[in-house]
């Protein structure tokens, strides 16, 4: 069974709030001189920001927060984000791998970003909301 597709917009801007939230302020997320310098396409988003926009689509899925009993992630790409206000986008989606005899369901997710995956062995277990 696959889950309803999730899409989240990314921005400049939206890195600048989490830099000030999660005191990330490495350059490579702010400047395109300094990213381009060490190797990357340009400014790219926070990995954790990343992570946690999917864990976002997660919880919509389990319908609460406290619904989520595990969710893991590897960092596969960089979400490269432009500096205009269009930003880019990541995508979300998710199959049911399993579901337990004692109600858990187990998901395999996909993000993507521009049709190239940006997270690999992306799972979550969630149980019932209730």
């Known amino acids: 069974m696959e889950l309803p597709t999730q899409t989240f917009r990314v921005t400049r801007a939206d890195l600048v709030h989490y830099a000030g939230a999660s005191g990330d302020f490495n350059p490579i997320h702010w400047s395109d001189r300094?990213?381009?310098k060490v190797g990357l396409p340009g400014v790219i988003a926070h990995g954790m920001f990343t992570m946690a926009l999917v864990g976002r689509a997660v919880t919509a899925w389990a319908g609460a927060p406290d619904a989520v009993v595990d969710?893991?992630?590897r960092f596969t790409r960089p979400v490269a984000v432009p500096d205009d206000d269009a930003g880019t986008e990541i995508v979300v989606t998710a199959v049911v791998r399993e579901v337990t005899e004692d109600g858990l369901t187990?998901?395999?997710?996909?993000a993507t970003c521009l049709g190239e995956k940006v997270l690999s062995q992306a799972r979550a277990t969630v149980r019932a909301a209730g």
């Open 34 to 36: 300094f990213a381009t």
């Open 71 to 73: 969710y893991n992630v």
């Open 106 to 110: 187990r998901l395999d997710i996909t």
